[in-house]
């Protein structure tokens, strides 16, 4: 089945750094992937979606220039958390979608924990 | 914006016991997934469910979608350790993305 990687898995950073994560999709082409972010034991909630090619459409109350979101290619997009604060510190999940899986749900990746020291 | 309202919250029950977490909306969604989360580890899907009224089995899970594709129910039976959880339904609003909407989610604990 259709995989999706994510990473790293976890990265403990200091206050004041940046951190990219990346998703990639690993046996297909991803034309669109979803940025989520999930609180313990709670839900998951879009940050933003992430077309390739183009910028991405962040959800309201997401900070653009906060979370960072590049999907420079069919089968990579990245997550750039800028000037990280502990009150970042959660559990970021991407998930892909592609053409040919188009009415198909979407493939998650296993998450990384970022903690913000 | 489509809302998916899903209870209960927290179920911490015993092995064997049944059990039925509900995902309410009133938005009709063109699918409605239900996926398996375990700490750590990003969700995994269990069924989609498509067709109004459809019933799906899965083992000892059964989803059932609503007529009115509003709303969806997922029934263990005879509940295992191994069923402990985070289950999250999430509807399909369809559109040019697909993007889902998830519920707030069941954390569901089965003791032995």
């Known amino acids: 089945g259709a995989v999706v990687s994510q990473h790293p898995s976890w990265v403990i950073c200091k206050s004041g750094t940046s951190v990219k994560i990346e998703c990639r999709s690993l046996?297909?082409?991803?034309?669109?992937m979803f940025w989520y972010r999930q609180f313990p034991k709670q839900s998951l909630m879009l940050m933003a979606t992430?077309?390739?090619?183009?910028?991405?459409?962040?959800e309201q109350g997401v900070e653009k220039d906060k979370f960072l979101i590049n999907h420079a290619s069919l089968t990579l997009s990245t997550l750039t958390v800028t000037s990280a604060h502990p009150e970042d510190s959660s559990f970021y999940i991407c998930?892909?979608?592609?053409?040919?899986?188009?009415?198909?749900?979407?493939?998650f990746g296993n998450g990384t924990r970022l903690t913000v020291t | 914006t489509q809302l998916l309202e899903q209870s209960p919250q927290f179920l911490s029950i015993q092995e064997g016991e049944n059990l039925t977490v509900y995902c309410n909306s009133s938005?009709?969604?063109?699918?409605l997934q239900w996926y398996r989360q375990e700490p750590g580890e990003g969700p995994v899907l269990l069924v989609t469910v498509v067709t109004g009224g459809e019933v799906k089995k899965l083992k000892r899970l059964t989803f059932q979608f609503g007529d009115a594709r509003k709303d969806s129910s997922l029934h263990i039976t005879a509940a295992q350790p191994g069923d402990t959880g985070l289950y999250l339904c999430?509807?399909?609003?369809?559109?040019?993305?697909?993007?889902?909407?998830f519920g707030k989610g069941t954390l569901l604990t089965v003791n032995p």
């Open positions: 046996d297909f082409q991803a034309t669109t």
């Open positions: 998930s892909a979608r592609g053409v040919e899986i188009r009415r198909s749900p979407l493939h």
């Open positions: 992430s077309n390739e090619g183009s910028k991405a459409t962040y």
């Open positions: 938005s009709v969604f063109s699918s």
């Open positions: 999430a509807g399909n609003s369809g559109g040019s993305n697909y993007k889902l909407t």
